[in-house]
């Protein structure tokens, strides 16, 4: 399944981004999506995930509280709404489905398909 992100970007600390994940194939409403960020030298991280048909969302405690997860079933697309940013979020994002699964997890493990990811960069 192919997945595209897009809405990263340059920003100050205490700025905002939107994050989306599109994509042409499928019905969004169909699958888990788990939004993961990596930084230089840093492992992936689990940040965020909706299940499909919305069942459950979670947010990894780094986020939680000023990233908000969205889906958007008509368009074919979730997005990552970022408020509050520091420059402790500066990483490469990534968006990633998943079928087989119920609800969602912040597991990178269960998620079977991923886009290339979109660049978010904090800086004073």
């Known amino acids: 399944v192919p997945l595209v992100e897009s809405g990263g970007g340059l920003v100050h600390p205490g700025g905002s981004l939107r994050l989306s994940c599109a994509t042409s194939?499928?019905?969004?409403?169909?699958?888990?999506l788990g939004w993961f960020r990596q930084a230089p030298g840093k492992e992936r991280e689990g940040i965020s995930c909706?299940?499909?048909?919305?069942?459950?969302?979670h947010y990894a405690a780094s986020v939680k509280g000023r990233f908000t997860i969205s889906r958007d079933t008509a368009k074919n697309m979730v997005h990552l709404q970022m408020n509050s940013l520091t420059p402790e979020d500066t990483a490469l994002y990534y968006c990633?489905?998943?079928?087989?699964?119920?609800?969602?997890?912040?597991?990178?493990?269960?998620?079977?398909?991923w886009g290339q990811g979109t660049q978010v960069t904090v800086f004073s």
């Open positions: 990633a489905t998943a079928l087989q699964l119920d609800g969602c997890s912040l597991d990178a493990g269960n998620y079977d398909d």
């Open positions: 194939t499928f019905t969004a409403d169909y699958y888990a």
């Open positions: 909706i299940g499909r048909q919305n069942t459950g969302k």
